[in-house]
């Protein structure tokens, strides 16, 4: 089925978008709510919020925002337990990516979830932190690659 990359530009997608992080992170993964949502989910020209659609349905979701020098940070990124294994988590992150050249930046960061760090490593992220760190409750590391 084909899928479309939305760049979120109205209430209604930032909804679509929350929609899919609540399930994964909030229900699936019991991340509480408040620390799930936080100020940077805005439409704001300092914000970027992707939606990954599959024949009208939205499947995955993913936030960007500026970091440091030339370097985005990617956060937030959730696919729905029904469209897993697809391959959207990857279409999505490169997208992401895209946008983050487009806008001039020269490198990307994320905290993976260590669980997820073999499928992050696959696409040219490597490792930074010395050690897994919590966040909400999950154990990450922080992970860069050069865009």
């Not at 989910?41 to 919020?49: G, K, L, R």
């Not at 939205?58 to 985005?72: F, L, N, V």
């Amino acid at each position: 089925m084909a899928v479309e990359i939305i760049h979120v530009t109205t209430e209604e997608q930032l909804r679509l978008a929350l929609a899919i992080r609540k399930q994964v992170f909030v229900e699936e993964q019991k991340v509480p709510e408040a620390e799930e949502i936080d100020e940077h989910d805005v439409i704001s020209d300092e914000v970027f919020h992707f939606l990954l659609m599959e024949g009208g349905q939205a499947a995955a979701a993913g936030r960007m925002i500026y970091y440091k020098a030339e370097t985005a940070k990617m956060q937030r990124i959730a696919v729905r337990q029904e469209h897993r294994s697809k391959g959207y988590g990857r279409i999505l992150l490169l997208a992401m990516e895209e946008r983050a050249r487009e806008l001039g930046l020269q490198g990307s960061v994320l905290d993976a979830q260590c669980h997820a760090e073999a499928f992050y490593s696959k696409l040219g992220y490597e490792v930074i932190s010395k050690e897994p760190f919590y966040d909400a409750g999950i154990l990450h590391v922080r992970m860069q690659k050069i865009l």
